[in-house]
C-alpha cells in the first residue's frame, strides 16, 4: 500500500524514525509521501525523500504551503516551487488550500496563496494535494477558475459527506484520500459519502502523527496503520481487502507518477 499523506519527517519522529519505517514495511507499505506544510517544513520532507533508511517504504515529498501558513509564504514563492519540483523526489505540490475553521491566515491571503500555488503546480506538471476545510464555495470557485479541466488533484483528510464527495469526484474530477476520520465512532457521514463513490475515486493515508485511526486513538499515528484504514474500508465497501489496497496503490502510483521519478534512496 501507498500512505499518500504522512508527516514522518516531524519532530514526532526524531527518536525512532527508522523503527516507524520498518514497521511501515512490515506491515505491507511500499511507498510514503512526506507531505510539506511550509517552505522549511517541506525541505525537511524533501531531505527525508532522500535519505536511505534500510528496510523501510519508498520515501517521496511534497513542497507547499499550508493555508495556516499563507500569512508567511515567501515572497518568492513561485521560485521556491519551480526549484523543488525540478526535484525528481518531489512527487506533487501540497498541502495547499483554505482552512476557514482556525482562520490561522487571513481569508483572502489564504486565497491569493492557493492561486498562486495552483499555477505553479501546473507550471511544473506537479498534480496538487488539497486542504480544505469549512471552505467549500471559496475552494469550489478557485478550482472553476484555476484548476484546468482534469487536472490531477486529491483531497486530504477527507471528512464530509454525501454532496462533498460527489462535487469533488463528479465536477473536478479529484480523488478523496481517506484517513483515519473514517474509522470514528461520530463518522457515519464519510462511511455514507466513501459508499456513494465507491473504490475507484479512493486513496488511503494516515495524515500521522495526527487522526490516529481506531483502535489506536490516543496514541501517536504512524504509516504502518494505512493498511488497518484499508482494511476497514473494504469491509465497509464488502470488497476483499487485498483487491482494494493493490487497486488504490496502481492509483496512487498513478497519481503521483511515482514510476516516473528516481528510485527512493529506502526503495526496493
Known amino acids: 500500500m501507498i500512505d499518500t499523506h504522512a508527516h514522518v519527517h516531524g519532530a514526532e519522529y526524531e527518536s525512532d524514525r527508522a523503527e516507524v519505517l520498518r514497521r511501515a514495511r512490515a506491515a505491507g507499505v511500499e511507498a510514503i509521501v512526506a507531505i510539506g506544510c511550509d517552505a522549511d517544513d517541506s525541505r525537511a520532507a524533501i531531505e527525508l525523500a532522500h535519505t536511505a533508511f534500510d528496510g523501510a517504504p519508498e520515501l517521496y515529498a511534497t513542497f507547499g504551503i499550508h493555508?495556516?501558513?499563507?500569512?508567511?509564504?515567501?515572497?518568492?514563492?513561485?521560485?521556491?516551487?519551480?526549484?523543488?519540483?525540478?526535484?525528481?523526489?518531489?512527487?506533487?505540490?501540497?498541502?495547499?488550500?483554505?482552512?476557514?475553521?482556525?482562520?490561522?491566515?487571513?481569508?483572502?491571503?489564504?486565497?491569493?496563496?492557493?492561486?498562486?500555488?495552483?499555477?505553479?503546480?501546473?507550471?511544473?506538471?506537479?498534480?496538487?494535494?488539497?486542504?480544505?476545510?469549512?471552505?467549500?464555495?471559496?475552494?469550489?470557485?478557485?478550482?472553476?477558475?484555476?484548476?484546468?479541466?482534469?487536472?490531477?488533484?486529491?483531497?486530504?483528510?477527507?471528512?464530509g459527506g454525501v454532496e462533498d464527495a460527489l462535487r469533488w469526484t463528479e465536477e473536478f474530477g479529484l480523488l478523496l484520500a481517506i484517513g483515519g476520520a473514517v474509522t470514528f465512532k461520530t463518522a457515519a457521514s464519510i462511511r455514507e459519502a466513501v459508499t456513494a463513490v465507491g473504490s475507484e475515486h479512493l486513496v488511503f493515508?494516515?495524515?500521522?502523527?495526527?487522526?490516529?485511526?481506531?483502535?489506536?486513538?490516543?496514541?501517536?499515528?504512524?504509516?504502518?496503520?494505512?493498511?488497518?484504514?484499508?482494511?476497514?474500508?473494504?469491509?465497509?465497501?464488502?470488497?476483499?481487502?487485498?483487491?482494494?489496497?493493490?487497486?488504490?496503490?496502481?492509483?496512487?502510483?498513478?497519481?503521483?507518477?511515482?514510476?516516473?521519478?528516481?528510485?527512493?534512496?529506502?526503495?526496493?
Open 67 to 159: 493555508p495556516h501558513e499563507a500569512k508567511d509564504a515567501p515572497s518568492d514563492l513561485e521560485a521556491c516551487l519551480a526549484a523543488a519540483c525540478s526535484d525528481p523526489h518531489v512527487v506533487a505540490v501540497g498541502e495547499i488550500g483554505l482552512d476557514y475553521h482556525y482562520d490561522h491566515s487571513p481569508r483572502e491571503t489564504q486565497r491569493r496563496v492557493l492561486r498562486r500555488q495552483i499555477r505553479a503546480a501546473v507550471a511544473a506538471a506537479k498534480p496538487l494535494v488539497f486542504h480544505q476545510r469549512e471552505a467549500e464555495g471559496d475552494f469550489a470557485e478557485i478550482l472553476r477558475e484555476e484548476l484546468p479541466a482534469g487536472y490531477p488533484g486529491l483531497i486530504h483528510c477527507f471528512t
Open 205 to 268: 493515508e494516515t495524515d500521522c502523527p495526527y487522526m490516529t485511526p481506531v483502535p489506536h486513538r490516543g496514541t501517536r499515528n504512524e504509516p504502518a496503520y494505512v493498511t488497518e484504514i484499508a482494511a476497514f474500508v473494504a469491509r465497509l465497501l464488502g470488497m476483499p481487502f487485498e483487491r482494494l489496497a493493490a487497486e488504490s496503490s496502481v492509483r496512487a502510483r498513478a497519481f503521483f507518477h511515482l514510476t516516473d521519478n528516481v528510485q527512493s534512496p529506502s526503495g526496493r
